[in-house]
């Protein structure tokens, strides 16, 4: 079993950067594939990006592509979320999760954090 705690959220502005940290306790985070998903006020929640045990897999939401990036550092059991050129439509409540698989269809990982807030003002 593994714990997550996500950090890193709040308020900038549009065009402004974010850096999400998840930090895995327990379980070697290695063994895990890292997912972000993510849940805007009224909306379901959504997938934004995953990374393999590996690192050398990586994949994103069509909307974050090109401006979010997804990592790890396996030393530190911390995965990141680097949010470049954020727009009002990136508000939501972030969540880090964890599969021993990489869950990009119907099945949601297995293990999540409790989530960080991003605000993005126009």
């Known amino acids: 079993q593994v714990q997550l705690v996500e950090s890193g959220g709040g308020l900038v502005q549009a065009g402004g950067s974010l850096r999400l940290s998840c930090a895995a306790s327990?379980?070697?985070?290695?063994?895990?594939?890292m997912h972000w998903f993510r849940q805007a006020p009224g909306k379901e929640r959504e997938f934004v990006a995953a990374i393999s045990q590996s690192s050398t897999r990586t994949y994103y939401t069509d909307s974050v592509k090109g401006r979010f990036t997804i990592s790890r550092d396996s030393a530190k059991n911390t995965a990141y979320l680097q949010m470049n050129s954020l727009k009002p439509e990136d508000t939501a409540v972030y969540y880090c999760?964890?599969?021993?698989?990489?869950?990009?269809?119907?099945?949601?990982?297995?293990?999540w954090g409790q989530g960080t807030q991003v605000t993005v003002s126009s």
């Open positions: 999760a964890a599969d021993s698989l990489l869950r990009l269809g119907t099945i949601i990982p297995k293990y």
């Open positions: 327990g379980r070697t985070s290695s063994t895990y594939a």
